[in-house]
């Protein structure tokens, strides 16, 4: 999978097992979430077996505005099957299907839509990731722009 990304998320990808070449067979994987009501087209199926099993570390622990110390957890399964509620009502709120795709800051539920835009979800918080899959990625890590928080249950956003 090509993948236009700052050169220290590039590094930290193929520090973790990543390569525009790499991918997994995530037949089961879709299947799993399909089981349980996850929309899976084709786009969402090249990210997750090119990104499936990997942990990445971040490659700058220092964000703009937060600290950057968690790794980048590609398990859709154990998120997606956990959380449908969570993906359903992100659904609702973003008019687009969501893929889950791991765990992210806080252990907070990555999620990412072919239509573009990547969200992280944590208890009462749904925070912008990025606009696209390689935005998202760069963003998660590298914290290079402020965390923005598009919902949150305290009514701010």
Not at 6 to 30: H, N
Not at 41 to 46: A, R, S, W
Request: hydrophobic share 40%; net charge negative; aromatic share 10%.
């Amino acid at each position: 999978m090509k993948l236009k990304v700052l050169p220290e998320s590039r590094l930290a990808l193929e520090r973790s097992g990543w390569s525009e070449t790499r991918q997994v067979d995530v037949s089961k994987v879709v299947g799993s979430l399909a089981e349980v009501g996850y929309e899976i087209d084709d786009g969402m199926v090249e990210i997750l077996s090119s990104f499936y099993g990997l942990t990445v570390e971040p490659a700058v622990e220092e964000g703009v505005d937060f600290r950057n110390e968690d790794p980048l957890v590609v398990d859709p399964v154990r998120i997606g099957r956990r959380h449908i509620r969570e993906a359903n009502d992100l659904k609702d709120w973003f008019k687009v299907s969501f893929c889950p795709l791991g765990w992210w800051l806080c252990r907070s539920h990555v999620y990412f839509s072919t239509d573009g835009i990547a969200i992280a979800s944590a208890s009462g918080v749904v925070w912008h990731l990025g606009d696209s899959f390689p935005e998202a990625v760069d963003f998660m890590l590298t914290g290079n722009r402020p965390l923005v928080r598009l919902w949150s249950m305290d009514g701010m956003g």
